[in-house]
């Protein structure tokens, strides 16, 4: 029988409901931190609000996008779990970011065998995800395992190591039948991903690119979805890219080609600004994840958009792409 596994343990594909398919709900240090301290997101009280808007709004499914070596935080992301047990679901990940987040002499990644990597990844997703994330000698196994497997590409280019964890994904895929799921900078090379998933044996039907709305050009787009991989808009309420309109414009026009089945939703909110939990916290008000459904939703009804396609992408679509392959 078909699965998704969250966080709490394997779920039917009918329970997983409305879902945010690229999300960021903790994120305790890294390279992104480094860089900004709006990316640290690190309180779960936080967190906890903002999950329970997106049930108030109608959501159910949370998939978070945090992988090795990026400030993911296992026992975090249990307790937050935890406390929406039987209210929401959570899903948790594996493997790798894009290369600049990672030294590629002398990391793990770098260093090692593609095999034993995957076969590193695959204990997260078969038996449980080192509380330590992989950062050291010390391997702590919780009882969350992760139900994605991630890798990522750089600006308009794919670095060797970058090929490497392209290929330890599709090995890690062929081992347990996870999703991937793959980071794109600013919506570039997603096609070129897609070809090499393929010919490393990766399902495509279970491979999802995201960020593809910050490349907004949809004649890439649908060179993406023609390779069979699915691809995900999380960018609404980003004013500083792209006007709402630009992305509905796009999906509407992919619609009416009949991609409405590969195509998925998310807000990847992954600053402390983009959250209204955060931004409370800080005497500010901002509509935070739950704008997908409050807000992107009416205006993609506004525009046209059937509500069965909208079910498709918020509900279907995830459902059987974040399924394992069995
Ligand atoms: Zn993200």
Redesign the pocket.
Known sequence: MAYIRTVLGDIEPKDFGVCDS???LIRSGGPEVRESRDFLLDNVEASKMEVQRWIDAGGKSMVC??PIGCGRNVAKTIEIAKSFEGKAHIVATTGFQKGDFYDHKIDFAATNDENEIAELLSLEIEEGMDYNSYNGPIVKRSPAKAGVIKAGTGYSSISDFEYKTLKIAALTQTKTGAPISV?TQMGTMGYEVAKYLDINGADLSHTII??VQKNPDRFYHKKILDTGAIICY?GPDRAKYYPDSTHIDNIKWLIDKGYQKQILLSM?A?RASYQYGYMKFSGKFCTGISYLLTNFVPEMIEAGIPQEVIDDMLINNPARAFSFIK
């Open positions: 690229h999300e960021h996008m945090d980071h995201c960020h999380d990847d992954g």
